[in-house]
């Protein structure tokens, strides 16, 4: 199989096309070395050109309320009460020092995303 590196989208697609071919292949198979190579290759190409930034405050606690079931009013809990909640998550008014460390805390939210920053890593 001839691997090479990834330098297109083109190439990126027919790596991809490649490693769905040997998915699979019983360890310490030249397939399944093929796998390995690829599988590298792939993340970096994905990780330099279609990197996913981390997600917006907002988005973030939207998604840990859906992700552990939590209604606003445990939102309201946290942030301290239900005009700050609706405020929040219109986005018309933003986290407070205090908000971010409850949410960091009690929700397990990355402070970093919570703050904004474009640094976090995904939550």
Do not use: C
Request: charged share 25%; aromatic share 4%.
């Amino acid at each position: 199989m001839n691997v090479h590196p990834i330098r297109t989208d083109e190439d990126h697609a027919k790596a991809l096309e490649l490693l769905e071919s040997v998915w699979g292949a019983a360890p310490g198979t030249p397939e399944a070395d093929t796998a390995e190579v690829l599988a590298t290759l792939i993340d970096a190409y994905e990780r330099e050109n279609h990197a996913i930034g981390p997600p917006d405050p907002v988005s973030a606690i939207r998604f840990r309320m859906q992700q552990q079931g939590f209604t606003t009013s445990d939102l309201a809990k946290v942030l301290g009460g239900r005009s700050k909640v609706s405020e929040v998550l219109r986005g018309k008014r933003g986290l407070s020092l205090g908000m971010i460390r409850r949410l960091h805390h009690q929700w397990g939210i990355p402070a970093a995303v919570l703050i904004g920053d474009g640094r976090a890593e995904a939550a």
